[in-house]
């Protein structure tokens, strides 16, 4: 009986550590200050915690779309990362897409096009260059078309998945291994 419970133990231990299928990956520019995911992490969970955070500042809202579009792939493909518990980097692919989903990005771009476009946008707000802003979110990635696009990006609305996915990233990063959904009320292990 011992025996069965110490292979089944292994055979858990043994799947729960193998990669699972890859997911698109952008690099994130080294410039832009969030090409270590610790500091992506940290950006992420700042500026999903709340939408006031980056309420009529484009600029870090293409930032904060920049960084949760990079780590959707950056958690699930990156060795630095495999001793965060699978189930937090699921969380993230699926804070993704339900951000990807809000802001009418489709579901199909490739992540170094949003990330890239995004920071491009970012970077254009921030000298106010507003038509140099829409022009990097004219791309058909951009279902909404620019104009809506840049409203959203301006005014981000809450995305509750995004939320969820970097504090429970923010707080495993920080030692605080989290068990079925610690920013939905779960427990610590």
Same mark, same amino acid.
């Given at each position: 009986? #011992?025996?069965?419970?110490?292979? %089944?133990?292994?055979?858990?231990? !043994?799947?729960?550590?193998?990669?699972?299928?890859?997911?698109?990956?952008?690099?994130?520019?080294?410039?832009? +200050? %969030? +090409?270590?995911?610790?500091?992506? $992490?940290?950006?992420?969970?700042?500026?999903?915690?709340?939408?006031?955070?980056?309420?009529?500042? /484009?600029?870090?809202?293409?930032?904060?779309?920049?960084?949760?579009?990079? %780590?959707? &792939?950056? %958690?699930?493909?990156?060795?630095?990362?495999?001793?965060? @518990?699978? $189930?937090?980097?699921?969380?993230?692919?699926?804070?993704?897409? *339900?951000?990807?989903?809000? #802001?009418?990005?489709?579901?199909?771009?490739?992540?170094?096009?949003?990330?890239? @476009?995004? =920071?491009?946008?970012? *970077?254009?707000?921030?000298? &106010?260059?507003?038509?140099?802003? =829409?022009?990097?979110?004219?791309? /058909? $990635?951009?279902?909404?078309? /620019?104009?809506?696009? #840049?409203? =959203?990006?301006?005014?981000?609305?809450?995305?509750?998945?995004?939320?969820?996915?970097? $504090?429970?990233?923010?707080?495993?990063?920080? &030692?605080? !291994?989290?068990?079925?959904?610690?920013?939905?009320? &779960?427990? !610590? =292990?």
């Amino acid at each position: 009986m #011992l025996l069965r419970f110490a292979l %089944l133990a292994c055979l858990l231990a !043994f799947t729960g550590c193998t990669p699972g299928p890859r997911v698109d990956a952008a690099q994130m520019p080294p410039q832009s +200050g %969030l +090409g270590d995911p610790a500091n992506a $992490i940290q950006y992420a969970a700042w500026a999903f915690a709340s939408p006031s955070r980056t309420r009529n500042d /484009p600029t870090s809202g293409a930032r904060a779309i920049a960084t949760l579009d990079y %780590l959707g &792939g950056a %958690l699930v493909n990156s060795p630095a990362w495999m001793s965060f @518990s699978p $189930i937090i980097a699921d969380q993230m692919v699926d804070a993704r897409t *339900a951000m990807r989903r809000a #802001l009418g990005i489709a579901p199909t771009a490739s992540s170094q096009f949003v990330v890239n @476009s995004m =920071l491009n946008t970012a *970077a254009a707000m921030t000298h &106010g260059d507003r038509q140099a802003a =829409l022009a990097f979110l004219s791309g /058909p $990635i951009y279902t909404l078309g /620019p104009d809506q696009t #840049l409203a =959203l990006v301006t005014n981000l609305p809450f995305i509750h998945m995004a939320n969820v996915a970097t $504090i429970e990233a923010e707080g495993a990063m920080n &030692g605080n !291994f989290c068990m079925l959904g610690c920013a939905q009320g &779960g427990s !610590f =292990l």
